[in-house]
């Protein structure tokens, strides 16, 4: 299943960068990837384990870019 989110406050190309090999490695995750120009991330993994991966997510992201959030 692959769902598209809204990035705020996403400040740098290499953030974007580091955020989406973090999200690559996350178990369940198919593919992923953030787009620093379109401030969008993109993700799809298993149907049954999104919410459990999208927690995960939220706090990898965190830990690059912690004033970006994601529109859930």
């Known amino acids: 299943m692959k769902k598209k989110?809204?990035?705020?406050d996403l400040d740098?190309?290499?953030c974007a960068a580091k955020m989406e090999?973090?999200?690559k490695?996350?178990?369940g995750v198919e593919d992923?990837?953030?787009?620093?120009m379109t401030q969008k991330m993109t993700i799809n993994a298993e149907e049954g384990?999104?919410?459990?991966i999208m927690q995960e997510v939220v706090k990898v992201c965190s830990?690059?870019?912690?004033?970006c959030q994601i529109l859930l």
Not at 5 to 8: A, E, G, N, P, T
Not at 32 to 36: D, L, P, R, W
Not at 49 to 52: G, I, K, S
């Open 21 to 23: 090999d973090a999200i």
């Open 63 to 67: 830990k690059v870019e912690p004033d």
């Open 12 to 14: 740098c190309a290499n």
């Open 32 to 36: 992923a990837s953030v787009s620093f």
């Open 5 to 8: 989110f809204k990035l705020v």
């Open 25 to 27: 490695k996350i178990d």
């Open 49 to 52: 384990e999104f919410d459990r």
